[in-house]
């Protein structure tokens, strides 16, 4: 067979993959009445609030999904020109060579970029001060627990790099702190945004957005904090010499664990959720 043939054939096969990609990518935006209902917390909402979470649903979909895709692409391509392998999981050859660590760090990043139009917002030039006490559901307890964790990895990385002089570990801890500064802009963007005077229809839309949104970002950084972790946990095992099963087996936990608040973090509902009946 003919290079010229080989090429047309990949070719062929590289066009029908970013065809599927892009399909999959339109059908998996596409936003149904149970999905709004499941963020707004009730089916019974007006038009135009359906609409605000329609949109909302969609575009994180959207980035969350062509970030994840860029993160696994990244991986391959990186894995296969510089060690000329790719992984899953944790321990291998470099996070930057692994499709899970790529793809999730991609969609973080996704959903930063879903968020980042709220920091080009223009400000309004009608303000209105309130002394009422402000309803900010968008707090949550997850993040000191992912900072915590990246924290302890740097640590455990400096102390590998001064007592050892091996600095694996340490590489994996910068890696930490990138995601961390991801998620804290996230984080920003969600929480630092005005609240404008709205009805009460239209705040109570945009708490449950808010919410929603800083949840599933924490949720996120938690996974990514954990996967860093894990990725911590393997390189220490290997570079101490003699393999430790009980390392090993919490690298695997690890693994298991980032996989289950990946899972939680997805901007859908539950299968088994239906809305509550009304009383």
């Known amino acids: 067979m003919s290079d010229l043939v080989v090429i047309l054939l990949l070719g062929v096969l590289l066009l029908a993959a970013i065809t599927i990609l892009v399909m999959w990518t339109w ?8 999905d709004i209902a499941w963020l707004a917390g009730t089916p ?7 609409e605000v979470y329609g949109r909302y649903l969609s575009r994180h979909r959207t980035h ?4 994840g895709w860029v993160g696994a692409l990244f991986a391959i391509i990186f894995g296969l020109r510089r060690f000329d392998s790719i992984s899953v999981g944790v321990g291998g050859a470099s996070p930057f060579g692994d499709i899970l660590f790529c793809s999730l760090f991609g969609v973080l990043a996704g959903a930063l970029s879903a968020e ?7 400000p309004s030039t009608t303000v209105a001060a309130s002394l009422a006490e402000i309803d900010d559901r968008a707090q949550t307890d997850l993040a000191p627990a992912a900072r915590g964790l990246v924290g302890l990895v740097v640590i455990i990385g400096i102390a590998r790099w001064i007592f050892a002089s091996n600095g694996a570990v340490l590489q994996i801890a910068f890696l930490g702190i990138g995601a961390t500064m991801v998620a804290e802009l996230a984080r920003n963007a969600i929480r630092s945004r005005r609240r404008p005077v709205l009805s009460d229809a239209a705040r109570e839309v945009d708490l449950r957005i808010r919410a929603f949104a800083a949840a599933t970002v924490d949720l996120l950084h938690l ?12 390189w220490f095992n290997r570079s101490d010499g003699s393999s430790s099963p009980l390392l090993s087996l ?15 973090a997805a901007p859908r509902p539950p299968r088994n959720w239906s809305p509550a009946p009304i009383a």
Do not use: N
């Open 64 to 67: 969350r999904l062509v970030g």
């Open 27 to 34: 059908s998996t935006s596409q936003i149904s009445d149970h």
């Open 250 to 264: 919490m690298a695997i936990i690890c693994l298991i664990a980032a996989i289950v608040l990946l899972r939680k």
């Open 116 to 122: 980042l139009y709220r920091l080009s917002e223009e």
């Open 223 to 234: 996974a990514v904090a954990v996967l860093i972790f894990g990725w911590a946990i393997a």
């Open 44 to 50: 019974h909402q007006r038009p135009d609030a359906s």
